[in-house]
T-cell receptor, first 116, second 113 residues
Framework: NAGVMQNPRHLVRRRGQEARLRCSPMKGHSHVYWYRQLPEEGLKFMVYLQKENIIDESGMPKERFSAEFPKEGPSILRIQQVVRGDSAAYFC??????????????FGPGTRLTVT | GESVGLHLPTLSVQEGDNSIINCAYSNSASDYFIWYKQESGKGPQFIIDIRSNMDKRQGQRVTVLLNKTVKHLSLQIAATQPGDSAVYFCAENSGGSNYKLTFGKGTLLTVNP
């Protein structure tokens, strides 16, 4: 059973460009969570999604950031018009279906975004 | 890795020694806590968890202690090995949710052979 997969692992964008980060949850998992980790910081919750639904986006910046988890395909975290302060590691986690959202979250390897 | 930095609390131990990593949590309403290990370039990996109705829980080579009075959590690693070198984070549930985790800043553990 493959773990949570994220791609790309490293992404470099110039200021003003768009960044798209992808996350494929573990097989049998329908709950997806995105976290951001700034340098020398712990992870910060951003958003929790189920298939075709955003359940909790209380940690998402109000502008430029959006997330989706379509019926088919990976979850996408999208950052429009990136700024240097968006440089961070973005982690996706998933938890098993059938039991509701959970702390039993399995993390992917992360995408390191660098904005130049 | 990105979580390693000059300003992270650090702990350096000799191989075979016991390690104790401490964490102060912020929310007295938190009732679930997890320790994660993050190796360079990887995502956090679950180590052990504890609920607030307990003050101690043991796993394989690891023990978590919870002191709710002073909002303090510790992770003890017995017979530390070079493979234990990583950044360790404590996390607490937050906002009364059953999925949202709040992570601490982390401690860098270095094991010297």
């Amino acid at each position: 059973n493959a773990g949570v997969m994220q791609n790309p692992r490293h992404l470099v964008r110039r200021r003003g460009q768009e960044a798209r980060l992808r996350c494929s949850p573990m097989k049998g998992h329908s709950h997806v969570y995105w976290y951001r980790q700034l340098p020398e910081e712990g992870l910060k919750f951003m958003v929790y999604l189920q298939k075709e639904n955003i359940i909790d986006e209380s940690g998402m910046p109000k502008e430029r950031f959006s997330a989706e988890f379509p019926k088919e395909g990976p979850s996408i975290l999208r950052i429009q018009q990136v700024v240097r302060g968006d440089s961070a590691a973005y982690f996706c986690a998933s938890s098993p279906s059938g039991t509701g959202p959970s702390y039993e979250q399995y993390f992917g390897p992360g995408t390191r975004l660098t904005v130049t | 890795g990105e979580s390693v930095g000059l300003h992270l609390p650090t702990l350096s131990v000799q191989e075979g020694d016991n390690s104790i990593i401490n964490c102060a949590y912020s929310n007295s309403a938190s009732d679930y806590f997890i320790w994660y290990k993050q190796e360079s370039g990887k995502g956090p990996q679950f180590i052990i968890d504890i609920r607030s109705n307990m003050d101690k829980r043991q796993g394989q080579r690891v023990t978590v202690l919870l002191n709710k009075t002073v909002k303090h959590l510790s992770l003890q690693i017995a017979a530390t090995q070079p493979g234990d070198s990583a950044v360790y984070f404590c996390a607490e549930n937050s906002g009364g949710s059953n999925y949202k985790l709040t992570f601490g800043k982390g401690t860098l553990l270095t094991v010297n052979p």
